[in-house]
């Protein structure tokens, strides 16, 4: 089991940088220092420091997945009846067209971002998280918010 160390809320400056690397992640360092007030240098060790207490896990790119031949989306909710919690995981790991997943309370015990370029390769995922439990699954028609959202409600956009 993973131990969680308790990480020090951010004070506003930090929340700023946040907010604003929320907002584009490509923003340089002097273009996120000149926005909230603080050198270069002062925004780079800023961003280490919450890299390193893990409040900032990475750095993504938004895709276009119909552009990339990706048209079939859907959200799969998925009761696993046969495999352990570490098993479940190993086996949802290995399936590349799933591009997302939450672990959730309630009857399913997860859900899964399935990503296909058809309806023939979700149906193969399917059937094969089929061969672990229940599956029930909701095609995604369209899709929005931003990805690095952060509620304003929790102080950090001003």
């Known amino acids: 089991m993973e131990?969680?160390?308790?990480?020090?809320?951010?004070?506003?400056?930090?929340?700023?940088?946040?907010?604003?690397?929320?907002a584009d992640a490509r923003l340089s360092n002097a273009e996120i220092g000149r926005r909230v007030g603080l050198s270069s240098p002062a925004v780079a060790e800023r961003?280490?420091?919450?890299?390193?207490?893990?409040?900032?896990?990475?750095?993504?790119?938004a895709v276009n997945y119909d552009k990339i031949g990706l048209s079939i989306r859907a959200w799969v909710n998925f009761k696993c009846t046969t495999l352990k919690h570490d098993a479940m995981l190993a086996m949802i790991n290995e399936i590349p067209e799933i591009a997302e997943w939450q672990t959730i309370t309630g009857t399913p015990c997860m859900m899964l971002k399935v990503i296909t370029p058809s309806s023939k390769e979700l149906e193969a995922v399917i059937v094969h998280l089929g061969k672990y439990g229940e599956t029930s699954t909701s095609l995604i028609l369209s899709e929005g918010g931003n990805p690095g959202f952060v509620n304003p409600g929790l102080g950090i956009r001003d």
């Open 47 to 61: 961003i280490q420091k919450m890299e390193e207490q893990g409040i900032i896990r990475g750095f993504y790119t």
């Open 3 to 22: 131990v969680m160390h308790k990480t020090k809320t951010p004070d506003k400056l930090s929340q700023r940088i946040l907010a604003e690397l929320c």
